[in-house]
């Protein structure tokens, strides 16, 4: 155990494998791989719990993207079971990776796959949900990538696994400890159901325009526009027109998204000299295809940096503030908006718009959000298929401009509250991630923490 933390008066530094429970096969690896291969899956029974269901992020656990094996299989690997309050660890891959069975979870027990390890504690000792905080904060995560036995593929064992350590305080104080923390999940938890319900209510309102056109037809059915006041729903034709996309809505127009926006792509300087990059977020924010799955409407931060001396050699485009930025390669189709300057890799394009653009930003990420992206393949294979060209001739309905202001109008505040949410979460997140790490260096007091908890 390498750790630079004085424990507090009462805690003492503990491994897995003194915490766990005294059952025989309390931690374990998951069983060999042609033992729960493909051929084993069914459409219906027992889940099986893979990378996909863990997170460096601090997700708990990701409930749902499973595959099956029938009852009578799962009972033939029934040492391989998971429940309630069990750990469980990446042994191969993304390590770092950790997750806990939440009790209420969509299915009473799980079985771990080859590429998991699992660890059942002893529950008179150690507060699971407390262990799972910790072997999820960032030093410990960065401690476990440390661990790594793999010579190409990263890996940890089973002896690594219970040699992690772990700072054991009184069970009353692992309780507080873990109620301060959860209190911080449940608001960032809110925060994001919040910003998917906002996000859904944007995209109403731009699928009844600008995709179904309802307030067209409705005109031209003689009706007045549900939920519309008469002076919106004077600015909207009464005629759909042919165009290169179908019918729509008469005085529109479809435009290349290079003639709506500045196209532009990112660039990644050479990987084989790291002295330009960084993981110092006081650098040049470097957004990545897995930044943006994470990011949620709006790009705040990213996982990785760039030296300003490498944007300044390498001419590496930088984003203005509320550009829209979009995934092209690999996995095509994600959207975001850039929150402060920035930069990309390669494989995401930027739609900085100028002062008298067509469009906004809050019409262009709808749009994207809403495109099928499959019609722009040529292969079987979207993700091989789109390129920069290609990108640039998207097609983008483009409304008139009084259309365009009360759209923006109305979603505005949709978008700025989503913005908000995900700036206090991301504040949140830091606050969490930081906090045990924080009580164990006695740079923050329980009693302080509880403060905090209640100030949010």
């Known amino acids: 155990m390498s750790f630079d933390y004085d424990l507090p008066h009462g805690w003492s530094w503990k491994t897995i494998e003194e915490v766990q429970e005294s059952s025989k096969g309390a931690t374990i690896t998951g069983p060999f791989g042609s033992s729960i291969g493909k051929k084993f899956f069914v459409e219906k029974g027992v889940p099986v719990i893979r990378g996909n269901n863990l997170s460096l992020d601090m997700i708990p656990f990701i409930d749902n993207g499973f595959v099956y094996v029938s009852e009578e299989k799962a009972e033939e690997l029934k040492r391989y079971k998971s429940i309630a309050d069990d750990l469980l660890f990446t042994a191969a891959g993304t390590i770092g990776q950790v997750g806990i069975i939440p009790k209420k979870s969509k299915y009473e027990e799980y079985i771990i796959s080859n590429k998991q390890l699992r660890a059942r504690l002893n529950t008179t000792i150690v507060d699971p949900t407390y262990a799972y905080y ?49 209190s911080f999940d449940k608001k960032i938890w809110l925060n994001r159901q919040t910003n998917q319900t906002l996000e859904e209510m944007a995209q109403a309102i731009f699928k009844s325009w600008f995709v179904d056109f309802d307030p067209v037809k409705a005109k031209m059915n003689g009706e007045q526009p549900e939920g ?54 006081k650098d040049v924010t470097w957004i990545s295809i ?41 996995t095509v189709g994600r959207v ?19 002062d008298d653009a067509p469009v906004s930003t809050n019409y262009l990420y709808s749009y994207m959000k809403q495109f099928n992206f499959e019609s722009l393949g040529s292969t079987s ?10 990108i640039k001739a998207l097609p983008v309905i483009v409304p008139s401009k009084d259309i365009l202001g009360s759209f923006d109008t109305l979603v505005k505040p949709l ?32 009693g302080t ?8």
Do not use: C
């Not at 509880?450 to 100030?455: H, N």
């Open 449 to 456: 923490s509880e403060e905090l908890v209640e100030a949010i």
């Open 336 to 354: 975001a908006i850039t929150h402060g300057e920035m930069t990309t890799n390669e494989a995401i394009a930027h739609y900085k718009l100028s």
């Open 134 to 182: 910790w072997f999820s904060s960032k030093p410990m995560v960065e401690y476990i990538k440390r661990q790594n036995t793999g010579s190409t593929i990263p890996l940890i064992n089973l002896g690594v696994l219970r040699s992690l350590p772990l700072p054991v305080p009184s069970l009353d104080v692992q309780f507080k400890v873990r109620n301060i923390l959860g």
């Open 415 to 446: 978008f700025d509250k989503i913005k908000s949410n995900q700036i206090e979460t991301q504040n949140l997140e830091v606050l969490r991630d930081t906090l045990l790490p924080k009580l164990l260096s006695g740079e923050i007091e329980l």
């Open 228 to 281: 519309m006041d008469a002076a919106t729903a004077s600015i909207f034709p009464e005629k759909l027109v042919e165009s290169e996309l179908g019918l729509i809505p008469d005085g529109w127009k479809v435009l290349p998204s290079e003639k709506v926006a500045n196209v532009a792509i990112g660039k990644t300087p050479p990987r084989k000299e790291p002295q330009w990059f960084s993981e110092d977020n």
């Open 290 to 330: 897995r930044d943006m799955g994470k990011s949620g409407m709006y790009a705040l931060d990213s996982s990785e940096y760039l030296t300003q001396e490498s944007v300044d050699k390498f001419n590496v485009k930088v984003i203005p503030d509320n550009t829209l930025i979009l995934s092209f390669k690999l």
């Open 381 to 390: 294979s979207i993700a091989k298929a789109v390129n920069s060209k290609i």
